[in-house]
């Protein structure tokens, strides 16, 4: 079965940290572009953070504070967030594409270019 499955969400308080994962089962990371996506509750989906062979990109919101990374061996895709903001309350989703990296992941993050999709982690930031 061809599926992606994130992990790691959770309940911290504003400043704390998080680190998600979404492993891929049924079929290979390399050569895909991976994103990571969020939905809060009543807003759109919006992307959060994208990787390719070797670039990276963020949204503007989480520069400096999130970081993402592939962990090849574990067929996996980390994303660990510092610095968490009540903001940052969403759902995660991770997504993998096979379109150019022009096109799913810079200059924006586009939901688009991804064609498989996790089934969302729930990352609560609250005091």
């Known amino acids: 079965q061809l599926q992606l499955v994130e992990s790691g969400g959770g309940s911290v308080q504003p400043g704390g940290s998080l680190r998600l994962s979404c492993v891929a089962s049924?079929?290979?990371?390399?050569?895909?572009?991976i994103g990571w996506f969020r939905q809060a509750p009543g807003k759109e989906r919006e992307g959060v953070s994208c990787?390719?062979?070797?670039?990276?990109n963020y949204a503007d919101s989480v520069k400096g504070r999130f970081t993402i990374s592939r962990e090849s061996a574990k067929n996996s895709v980390s994303l660990i967030m510092n610095n968490l903001k009540p903001e940052d309350t969403a759902v995660y989703y991770c997504?993998?594409?096979?379109?150019?990296?022009?096109?799913?992941?810079?200059?924006?993050?586009?939901?688009?270019?991804?064609?498989?999709w996790g089934q969302g982690t729930q990352v609560t930031v609250s005091a």
């Open positions: 049924g079929f290979t990371l390399d050569g895909a572009v």
């Open positions: 990787i390719g062979a070797y670039s990276t």
């Open positions: 997504a993998a594409g096979w379109k150019p990296y022009s096109t799913a992941c810079a200059p924006r993050i586009q939901e688009g270019g991804y064609s498989r």
